[in-house]
């Protein structure tokens, strides 16, 4: 056991480091997102960015542009998934990181914002959270629900890599956690159908993105009482 603490101690050190500095990247990558989220602002909503978003897709300038934030959400995920894959040294790693990334990304996307513009003045406010493959849209308190969600599983992962008992995820399991990611998107896409009516709120069911956050985390519970063990 002596001769393994060395280099579980120097696998976390490594770890740790690389930690930091894609907690860096995404901060910094963050901030690009929300000066990008700036100007469209102040472009499209110079009165102040208020649901329920009445223009919203009629515009002529936004029907010109929309194409263009399309590709430039895209082009966000590729990034992402480059960099995790980039950063991690294997499939679990990799996965981590890519977590990491978003989970951090989109946490600091709304510090910036609240930094730059001073919005939103609540977690409860509404936005438009992607357009791929049609408008998503819900109060910022889901998406940093889902982001810290993704941080805390990071975090496990990279931990349980360190010390050589890695989570153990079968074809079932990733099913599950796929199906789970589905529901999250389908109640975010079902208000985004709304977000240019006065009732829009209403339209956002929180019973059934919690079934699917909560899904996700039961599985990663299960994942993770299952693999207690060193190969």
Same mark, same amino acid.
């Given at each position: 056991?002596?001769?393994?603490?060395?280099?579980?101690?120097?696998?976390?050190?490594?770890?740790?480091?690389?930690?930091?500095?894609? @907690?860096?990247?995404?901060?910094?990558?963050?901030?690009?997102?929300?000066?990008?989220?700036?100007?469209?602002?102040?472009?499209?909503?110079?009165?102040?960015?208020?649901?329920?978003?009445?223009?919203?897709?009629?515009?002529?300038? +936004?029907?010109?542009?929309?194409?263009?934030?399309?590709?430039?959400?895209?082009?966000?995920?590729?990034?992402?998934?480059?960099?995790?894959?980039?950063?991690?040294?294997?499939?679990?790693?990799?996965?981590?990181?890519?977590?990491?990334?978003?989970?951090?990304? #989109?946490?600091?996307?709304?510090?910036?914002?609240?930094?730059?513009?001073? +919005?939103?003045?609540?977690?409860? #406010?509404? #936005? @438009?959270?992607?357009?791929?493959?049609?408008?998503?849209?819900?109060?910022?308190?889901?998406?940093?629900?889902?982001?810290?969600?993704?941080?805390?599983?990071?975090?496990?992962?990279?931990?349980? !890599? !360190? !010390?050589? @008992?890695?989570?153990?995820?079968?074809?079932?399991? +990733?099913?599950?956690?796929?199906?789970?990611?589905?529901?999250?998107?389908?109640?975010?896409?079902?208000?985004?159908?709304?977000?240019?009516?006065?009732?829009?709120?209403?339209?956002?069911?929180?019973?059934?993105?919690?079934?699917?956050?909560?899904?996700?985390?039961?599985?990663?519970?299960?994942?993770?009482?299952?693999?207690?063990?060193?190969?």
């Amino acid at each position: 056991m002596r001769e393994k603490l060395p280099d579980i101690s120097d696998g976390l050190l490594k770890t740790i480091k690389r930690f930091c500095i894609v @907690v860096i990247f995404s901060i910094a990558f963050a901030y690009i997102e929300a000066a990008v989220v700036v100007y469209l602002r102040t472009i499209f909503y110079p009165a102040g960015f208020i649901f329920p978003l009445m223009n919203f897709g009629t515009d002529p300038l +936004w029907k010109q542009l929309l194409f263009t934030e399309i590709g430039r959400e895209a082009a966000t995920m590729v990034l992402i998934v480059s960099a995790a894959w980039l950063f991690g040294q294997n499939l679990r790693q990799r996965t981590a990181f890519f977590l990491t990334i978003f989970a951090i990304w #989109d946490i600091f996307y709304y510090v910036w914002l609240k930094v730059l513009i001073n +919005w939103p003045a609540s977690i409860m #406010d509404w #936005d @438009v959270l992607f357009l791929i493959p049609l408008a998503w849209a819900s109060p910022v308190l889901a998406p940093l629900l889902i982001s810290l969600t993704l941080l805390s599983f990071a975090v496990i992962i990279l931990y349980r !890599c !360190c !010390c050589a @008992v890695p989570l153990k995820v079968n074809l079932t399991d +990733w099913l599950v956690f796929t199906l789970a990611g589905l529901v999250v998107v389908v109640s975010f896409c079902i208000a985004g159908l709304h977000i240019t009516e006065p009732d829009f709120q209403s339209y956002f069911y929180w019973p059934l993105f919690a079934a699917g956050l909560l899904s996700a985390i039961a599985m990663f519970g299960k994942c993770l009482l299952l693999s207690r063990t060193k190969h």
